[in-house]
T-cell receptor, first 113, second 118 residues
Framework: GESVGLHLPTLSVQEGDNSIINCAYS??????FIWYKQESGKGPQFIID?????DKRQGQRVTVLLNKTVKHLSLQIAATQPGDSAVYFC????????????FGSGTRLLVRP | GAVVSQHPSRVICKSGTSVKIECRSL??????MFWYRQFPKQSLMLMAT?????????EQGVEKDKFLINHASLTLSTLTVTSAHPEDSSFYIC??????????????FGPGTRLTVL
């Protein structure tokens, strides 16, 4: 079936360093991708999204890169802060022309002070 | 803007009872809402798509008679866990898709409801 997976379940970085969280997706027909941040006991928080007609999109301190050739998505966080500590999920959508989201397994980001 | 609320935030119930969880879009209308379940240290799994004015669409493996969904208005969807058992204990999260389409396909998520079945 469809699946979205991640390479690293846990990522530990030093405060101030850049973080890169990776995600592999399996459905080449997906055309919309989103990164979410989830803190303990809370719902997912939208970070940034990208459509399949783009390779890169930048936000405030975050950048999403999409490589459709290898079906790979990444989230880059610049100058990682303690408040960035959370679980990050990628999600894909649009393969079946619906708005359903398929979530990846998640990466826990730990920021060392 | 684009706030989604859930009620209750936490609920504890006895095995065999039913629990209703509400999902409301507070400042926008949503013809489509989604219900997810998340077990500890796992990802969100889509349970069903809730459509205003029509029957919900359930994902494979989700029992529609156990997880009753009602989308009574453009701002409210409810999930009722019937005859709850301890294995139904989980974090239930809803999301809402704005009627206007929002920023592309962006869904807005609620804060989640922690269900514990004793």
């Amino acid at each position: 079936g469809e699946s979205v997976g991640l390479h690293l379940p846990t990522l530990s970085v030093q405060e101030g360093d850049n973080s890169i969280i990776n995600c592999a997706y399996s459905n080449s027909a997906s055309d919309y991708f989103i990164w979410y941040k989830q803190e303990s006991g809370k719902g997912p928080q939208f970070i940034i999204d990208i459509r399949s007609n783009m390779d890169k999109r930048q936000g405030q301190r975050v950048t999403v890169l999409l490589n459709k050739t290898v079906k790979h998505l990444s989230l880059q966080i610049a100058a990682t802060q303690p408040g960035d500590s959370a679980v990050y999920f990628c999600a894909e959508s649009g393969a079946d022309s619906s708005y359903k989201l398929i979530f990846g397994s998640g990466t826990r980001l730990l920021v060392r002070p | 803007g684009a706030v989604v609320s859930q009620h209750p935030s936490r609920v504890i119930c006895k095995s065999g009872t039913s629990v209703k969880i509400e999902c409301r879009s507070l400042d926008f209308q949503a013809t489509t809402m989604f219900w997810y379940r998340q077990f500890p240290k796992q990802s969100l799994m889509l349970m069903a798509t809730s459509n205003e004015g029509s029957k919900a669409t359930y994902e494979q493996g989700v029992e529609k008679d156990k997880f009753l969904i009602n989308h009574a208005s453009l701002t409210l969807s409810t999930l009722t866990v019937t005859s709850a058992h301890p294995e139904d204990s989980s974090f239930y999260i809803c999301s809402a898709l704005p009627l206007s389409g929002g920023a592309g396909n962006e869904q807005f998520f609620g804060p989640g409801t922690r269900l514990t079945v004793l």
